[in-house]
């Protein structure tokens, strides 16, 4: 079986679906990789070391011809594949709900599309799940970059010329990103806060030595271990909680995401207006229309002398180790279901019905068609 990795051609892209490392164990499953040529650059990870691992390192089209699977961060567009074997698999991400029209490509062309992102939250599959590995990775580099716009420390210091406070941060969001937000923060000595709308999440919060902050009476807990949406009795109870917490705050992390929606609002102008000069706000959920008012993917925005920062796509600023926990999460797919005897993975229903967006001409998943 061809396993084929093409060069990531998004928009600010530095990922790459395979490393050295992954390449060798694919091969010791039996299979042949193929990598395009400067695939993993934007990595750290040259051709020849690709090589060294036993892939065979060539152009898009010779990389792809004949491939069985085509392996991405991003799903590419159907035209880079042509060669592929008909039915083929394309393992990446897709953003289904916002790329409709990437899916029906890929049915149309009659591609197997299998959404990474669509992988169920189920213990089984927590070592296939690339929305967490890379959300730790973007809680992580959210608190880095926003520490590195404020105009003051992170921890308290004692000095002959004074004390430094200690900055507060506030976590809006408790998932992934913003467990790891709450333990970055808290690592680089700041005074740490998070809220949530799921109330077990204190206990989370607690343990990473963070402050729990809820309103009364808030609970929107949704499948998956995702946040639900909240009705206008509890939004306007958050926002008042948000706008007596918020002006005390020198950094905000928002990180609240509803799949197939848009980011809901958390911030408001009215809100950032009440925060001192020279605070920060970095809005995880920028790409997907934002947490805060006024942010702007890629760009700092300056509001009442607030700093307002989201980047696009937070992993592809730590390009090496985001691409090594990526990779590993789509290893350890295809080797849960590998089937020696056919000489490649063979889906269950359980997990196969969950990221499967096309098969034999027709869009298939269930969370697409409803």
């Not at 409709?100 to 169920?120: H, I, N, Q, S, T």
């Not at 003051?152 to 200690?166: C, D, E, H, I, L």
């Not at 001192?276 to 009442?304: C, M």
């Not at 279901?337 to 490649?344: H, I, K, P």
């Amino acid at each position: 079986m061809k396993i084929a990795v093409l060069r990531e051609r998004g928009d600010g892209e530095t990922r790459v679906a395979a490393t050295p490392e992954t390449v060798k164990k694919l091969i010791a499953l039996g299979a042949s990789v193929s990598i395009e040529q400067g695939a993993g650059e934007s990595a750290a990870i040259s051709d020849s070391a690709y090589t060294d691992a036993g892939a065979d390192v060539s152009t898009a089209a010779q990389a792809v011809a004949d491939a069985d699977v085509v392996m991405g961060v991003q799903a590419p567009d159907v035209f880079d594949l042509a060669g592929a074997k008909p039915g083929a698999w394309v393992a990446a991400t897709f953003d289904p709900f916002g790329r409709k029209d990437r899916v029906e490509a890929y049915a149309k062309a009659g591609f197997e599309a299998l959404a990474l992102e669509f992988m169920p939250r189920i213990t089984r599959a927590q070592s296939m799940d690339v929305l967490s590995s890379q959300s730790n990775l973007a809680g992580y580099k959210a608190v880095i970059s926003a520490a590195n716009a404020y105009g003051r420390a992170f921890p308290m210091m004692m000095t002959a010329a004074g004390t430094v406070s200690a900055a507060k941060v506030f976590v809006m969001g408790v998932g992934v990103a913003g467990l790891q937000a709450i333990a970055t923060a808290k690592r680089l000595g700041a005074q740490v806060s998070a809220t949530d709308v799921r109330p077990e999440t204190a206990e989370q919060i607690k343990s990473l030595g963070g402050k729990p902050v809820f309103a009364e009476g808030l609970e929107a807990a949704g499948e998956g271990g995702y946040a639900a949406e909240l009705t206008d009795e509890q939004k306007a109870a958050q926002a008042e909680m948000v706008s007596n917490h918020i002006a005390k705050q020198d950094i905000v992390i928002t990180t609240a995401l509803i799949p197939g929606r848009a980011a809901p609002r958390l911030v408001s102008d009215a809100q950032i207006a009440t925060m001192k000069q020279g605070s920060v706000i970095f809005d995880l959920a920028v790409a997907q229309g934002g947490n805060v008012e006024g942010s702007v993917p890629d760009q700092v925005v300056q509001k009442h002398g607030v700093s307002i920062m989201g980047f696009s796509n937070p992993p592809a600023h730590l390009p090496a180790d985001a691409s090594a926990l990526f990779s590993r999460n789509l290893f350890n797919f295809l080797n849960a279901f590998w089937d020696a005897e056919a000489g490649r993975p063979v889906l269950d229903e359980e997990i196969g019905d969950a990221i499967r967006l096309t098969k034999d001409g027709a869009v298939v998943n269930a969370r697409l068609t409803s």
